[in-house]
């Protein structure tokens, strides 16, 4: 309602930023009516089959549950474009991160030293011996301590000096950056571990240096310096033998289920492309079209790719609708903070864009709110206004 209401009066720059965000809410109205539209009983029988039912979607019960997750992503954006100064709120939110990361942190570490089989509110039943915090799942937990990670590396390179000048006043955050970074081992997730190393080279790149340098030698220090600290990362990966353990069971031939889940999909894809299956359709698609390598004794709720999951659940047409719409929306942040004067807010906000995109390419766990509301807040805040947008497609100075 707020969003409709500042459309109207079309004046400052929270409606500027509202409207940088458009592709985002015509996306997510998308989606919604779509969803909608599959779990209507109106669909001839031969669109409905190779299944027995009434509408497109397989589980049109757990529409509402879809939908208002739409909602509650569109409400995030919004409220977060709506604050008076959005680019200040990243601040708060940083610590807010880098807190709650550290909470996970440490209930993990003292659950693992306790020897308790537990995430405090259930018993686990799976990933015994990783670290997961509150969550049930080791993927999960990796991808939002790489949150508290990049939010503690934006709190201690945002003062701009070098090393020696930051090392009294802020090196705490850098401190608590390698305490996440080693509960982030101990979840044993490489979905995770790929997706936070990725992120960090990207921040370093767009964030690292000092700011007195500029040119090419600015960028070679900045590039020897991501390397090193990718080099860094592996070799405490070689140093974790159950993580290392991990990372050498993809030398197997069935790469561990996931080249059968993702080939079931396309599988499911093909044999309806164009409709979809609905809401929370994924689970009876994959055991439909499974593979005879796939685990069918396994209820599979996602392909374990964000990108195919959509697919299944809205159809070929609709979903590259969405992508194209996705895709405008974060270019013209993109465009926006080319002009920021703040490289540590870009290099944030790239590092959490890329650790997504990686982990969303190899588990579906990135639409869990915990791990996709960091990266939809810092979009809300970073939307550029009107004036911004205009200048980014203006003037490329």
């Known amino acids: 309602m707020a969003f409709f209401k500042a459309q109207q009066q079309s004046t400052g720059q929270t409606t500027g930023r509202l409207s940088a965000l458009s592709p985002f809410f015509c996306a997510l109205i998308l989606a919604i009516l779509w969803l909608i539209a599959q779990a209507l009983p109106v669909w001839p029988q031969s669109m409905i089959a190779p299944f027995s039912g009434s509408s497109l979607a397989l589980a049109p019960a757990q529409l509402p549950d879809q939908v208002l997750y739409l909602l509650w992503l569109f409400a995030m954006l919004a409220l977060s474009a709506l604050q008076s100064e959005a680019g200040s709120e990243i601040t708060p939110l940083c610590r807010a991160l880098a807190a709650s990361a550290a909470l996970q942190a440490a209930i993990a570490m003292i659950l693992d030293v306790a020897a308790i089989p537990s995430t405090l509110w259930f018993i686990k039943t799976a990933h015994i011996s990783d670290f997961t915090g509150t969550f049930a799942n080791r993927n999960g937990f990796c991808a939002f301590i790489t949150a508290g990670f990049f939010a503690c590396l934006y709190m201690w390179q945002r003062p701009g000096s070098s090393f020696r000048e930051k090392i009294d006043p802020h090196g705490g955050w850098l401190a608590l950056a390698i305490l996440l970074f080693i509960a982030a081992l101990g979840s044993h997730s490489r979905a995770g571990m790929l997706a936070l190393m990725a992120g960090t080279f990207v921040f370093i790149l767009q964030a690292g240096g000092r700011a007195k340098r500029a040119g090419a030698q600015a960028f070679s220090i900045r590039l020897i310096t991501a390397f090193l600290a990718l080099a860094a990362m592996i070799v405490a990966i070689l140093l974790t033998p159950d993580l290392?353990?991990?990372?050498?069971?993809?030398?197997?031939?069935?790469?561990?289920?996931?080249?059968?889940?993702?080939?079931?999909?396309?599988?499911?894809?093909?044999?309806?492309?164009?409709?979809?299956?609905?809401?929370?359709?994924?689970?009876?698609?994959?055991?439909?079209?499974?593979?005879?390598?796939?685990?069918d004794a396994v209820r599979w709720v996602s392909s374990h790719n964000l990108w195919l999951d959509m697919v299944l659940v809205l159809g070929l047409p609709v979903f590259l609708l969405v992508l194209a719409l996705l895709v405008r929306g974060f270019l013209a942040i993109l465009r926006g903070l080319h002009h920021d004067t703040t490289p540590a807010k870009r290099a944030l906000f790239m590092a959490v864009l890329v650790a997504f995109l990686v982990q969303s390419g190899l588990d579906g766990i990135g639409a869990l709110p915990a791990v996709i509301m960091p990266l939809v807040i810092l979009a809300g805040c970073l939307a550029p206004n009107q004036k911004q947008a205009s200048k980014a497609f203006i003037a490329p100075q």
Request: glycine share 10%.
């Open 244 to 295: 290392l353990a991990r990372f050498a069971g993809l030398s197997r031939p069935d790469w561990l289920q996931r080249d059968d889940v993702w080939q079931s999909a396309l599988n499911a894809i093909i044999a309806r492309p164009f409709t979809g299956y609905g809401a929370q359709g994924i689970a009876p698609a994959l055991q439909y079209a499974a593979t005879p390598g796939m685990n």
